[in-house]
């Protein structure tokens, strides 16, 4: 069964029609490069998969489950549980700024630990969590920075920050839209290189980039999204080595 | 000596109502001008208009007529509805306890449109990404905006909050238009009892060390959030 199926996702605002039916599977571990350029609904794509807008008609299903579906004009059912299948990376970070980083990891699973239908007892449940914060902060390598606040960070320590933060509730898919676009040139590579260490058979990641050669070397697969609508897709090998599409082509001519 | 001392425990008297008017105010219309801010932020406009109306109105008019609108206008509108049933012009009472609440009421309502106006200020100015954060970590909107908005929000309100809060303290005063014995009620007394005219000034002098608190305790808030930026 694949993790990820999304059926004929359409989105519009206004009158411009920026989805026009995607379609795509992921199978667990796969990491999704997603490429394209501005305007031409990549990101809108990961917004809808966050729930972050809601696409107008299509469905996302998660582990064979449907976790979001929507006809045209009716409103979209979605499934309590679908928030926390995805993770997303902002290009912005967005790190809450009165929070130290490690509690900025573990605000979350601390309010949801607190919640009256939560399992586990509070002060059980915050030991858990507040190891998982220290795992997580050293996987990005930022242990010695647990205190500090956000405003004390370079944007490559606090787009590492909110990766680990994404991490926190341990998503099905894990989403980053241009990871490293608000980021410095000296300072994508700290980013680039976490990203890549995260790749593992349990995890599935969708990143929308603009680095081509690190879309080429960590994905397993790469579509091109074009006009809002999938162009090309298939191996990073296949679309970047040989394009089938002349969109794709001159998309790949330009950005090089 | 003596009249000095005299003059000052008065004014002493004066202040402590003034202040606790000050407080009361505060208490009520924080909270207040929150839930007003909301409205007048809703998504559903009937709501959203009848509260910019109402902000509109209470920003509006001189406080003073407000006061004496809630002071007096209850017991105007029962004498046009049951002139049977009146018992004069004041539906407020005469004791000093309703005079004292029918002021509240007003200052509370009053402040609470001006605080709404901050709060409304302040919490647009907060960028969407925090809310997108918060909703992708699985938050409420409830949680959303308690656990992370809400102190971004205090932070940047400070500066206009404190200037506010000033001018209520000062704004006291008009309540001696009801006659609630606050500070400048009492130093009027020693001008029309015994045609003393400085005792104004020492009320004067009250309100200015009171607002020399309030200011150090602002910059002290200030300081206190300085350790992020918002």
């Known amino acids: ?256 | 000596m003596a009249l000095f001392l005299e003059v000052c425990s008065q004014l002493a008297g004066g202040f402590v109502t003034a202040f606790l008017l000050f407080l009361l105010t505060l208490i009520f219309s924080l909270p207040l001008g929150l839930l007003m801010s909301f409205c007048t932020m809703s998504k559903f406009a009937p709501l959203r208009v009848l509260f910019k109306i109402i902000v509109w109105v209470l920003r509006g008019t001189p406080l003073m007529l407000q006061i004496f609108a809630i002071f007096y206008l209850p017991g105007l509108l029962k004498w046009f509805v049951w002139p049977t049933m009146n018992t004069g012009w004041v539906w407020f009472d005469t004791t000093f306890t309703t005079r004292f609440i029918a002021a509240l009421v007003a200052f509370v309502i009053n402040y609470a449109a001006y605080f709404s106006e901050i709060f409304r200020g302040g919490i647009q100015s907060i960028s969407q990404g925090q809310y997108e954060a918060g909703q992708v970590l699985g938050l409420t909107r409830r949680e959303v905006f308690f656990k992370i908005v809400l102190l971004q929000v205090i932070k940047r309100i400070i500066p206009p909050m404190s200037n506010e809060i000033i001018t209520l303290i000062k704004d006291t005063s008009l309540a001696n238009t009801i006659g609630v014995l606050e500070l400048i009620w009492e130093a009027k007394d020693f001008m029309v009892l015994d045609g003393l005219i400085w005792p104004l000034f020492i009320a004067g002098a009250f309100y200015l060390i009171f607002v020399g608190v309030l200011t150090i305790a602002f910059n002290k808030i200030e300081k206190k959030l300085d350790y992020f930026k918002a």
Request: hydrophobic share 40%.
């Open chain 1, 1 to 256: 069964m694949s993790i990820l199926e999304v059926k004929d996702l359409r989105k519009r605002f206004g009158n411009n029609e920026v989805l026009k039916g995607i379609d795509l599977t992921l199978e667990k571990g796969e990491v999704l490069a997603v490429i394209g350029s501005s305007g031409g609904g990549k990101t809108t794509f990961l917004r809808c998969l966050n729930f972050l807008e809601k696409a107008d008609s299509g469905e996302i299903v998660v582990n064979g489950n449907t976790v979001y579906r929507a006809v045209s004009g009716k409103e979209p059912e979605i499934l309590p549980s679908a928030q926390l299948s995805f993770g997303l990376v902002f290009q912005q970070f967005n790190l809450f700024p009165q929070y130290s980083v490690k509690e900025n990891l573990m605000l979350a699973p601390r309010l949801r630990a607190k919640r009256k239908d939560s399992a586990v007892p509070y002060k059980e449940a915050l030991e858990l969590i507040g190891k998982r914060a220290d795992e997580l902060l050293a996987t990005v390598g930022l242990t010695e920075k647990a205190d500090a606040y956000p405003c004390q960070l370079s944007g490559g320590q606090q787009q590492r920050v909110a990766i680990a933060r994404a991490l926190m509730l341990s998503p099905d898919i894990l989403c980053f839209d241009e990871p490293t676009s608000a980021l410095d040139p000296e300072l994508t590579g700290e980013v680039l290189r976490v990203i890549r260490s995260l790749k593992n058979s349990e995890r599935t990641m969708i990143i929308v980039t603009h680095e081509m050669e690190f879309a080429r070397n960590v994905a397993d697969k790469v579509i091109f999204i074009s006009e809002g609508m999938i162009e090309e897709q298939g191996t990073p090998e296949e679309v970047f080595g040989s394009p089938k599409s002349e969109k794709t082509r001159a998309f790949l001519r330009s950005d090089s």
